[in-house]
């Protein structure tokens, strides 16, 4: 038997598919069932038998701690840039200013940029990972497909608990993905790591019961 979502091979008595969770006796549903809406992939997550919810187990996007390096070093620049203001004379100081509004005006554009066009979600079956500001693109990964997860910090970053969590996976369309500025890294990382070998050991589970 082949399941009609993702074409994986399943024993013919199961009733759900070994990969996706999708019902396999769904294609057989009366066509009424259809026209009132009925979502077959949400049906399947619905609790039943050995299929247990969906559940959402964490949610973020760029924290403003990523940049707490890049803020420092403006803040030192700009108070060296008003001590030589201060001896440069009058003229200097509107060249300072100027120079303050227009480097702390675009580290602002660039945090709220990084703010506003990505996502990450993590259930206990899926990541997703949404991108863009006008047109936005989401994906999503099975964790069962997700082969390794590492964590990259720098020395700033260790201090603030942020980071770049890197997530390699079997998926066709983003088989690598890079997840900057993460607050609370270490445990996001450990928590998707965790998150699909648990999927991997329930999924290995439901086989030997099917």
């Not at 996706?20 to 009925?38: E, F, K």
């Not at 997550?45 to 990523?66: C, F, I, Q, T, V």
């Not at 990259?152 to 079997?170: D, L, W, Y």
Request: proline share 4%.
């Amino acid at each position: 038997m082949r399941c009609d979502e993702c074409g994986a091979e399943a024993p013919s008595e199961s009733t759900f598919c070994p990969k996706c969770g999708a019902r396999l006796d769904a294609a057989s549903a009366p066509s009424g069932d259809v026209a009132n809406g009925r979502d077959r992939f949400a049906d399947a997550a619905r609790p039943r038998g050995d299929m247990p919810a969906e559940d959402e187990l964490w949610s973020g996007g760029y924290s403003a701690k990523a940049m707490a390096g890049t803020f420092m070093m403006t803040g030192v620049l700009t108070v060296v840039a008003a001590v030589v203001a201060a001896f440069a004379g009058p003229a200097a100081w509107t060249a300072w200013i100027i120079g303050v509004v227009l480097a702390w005006g675009g580290l602002g554009l660039v945090y709220l940029y990084r703010r506003m066009t990505v996502h990450y979600r993590l259930t206990t079956f899926r990541f997703f990972h949404e991108v863009g500001l006008l047109n936005r693109t989401g994906d999503r990964v099975e964790v069962i497909d997700i082969d390794d997860v590492t964590l990259r910090q720098g020395p700033i970053e260790r201090i603030f608990g942020v980071g770049t969590v890197r997530i390699e996976s079997s998926d066709k369309t983003h088989p690598e993905l890079h997840l900057p500025g993460i607050d609370d890294a270490k445990r996001v990382a450990d928590l998707i790591d965790g998150t699909r070998r648990a999927e991997r050991h329930r999924r290995g589970m439901f086989m030997e019961n099917v």
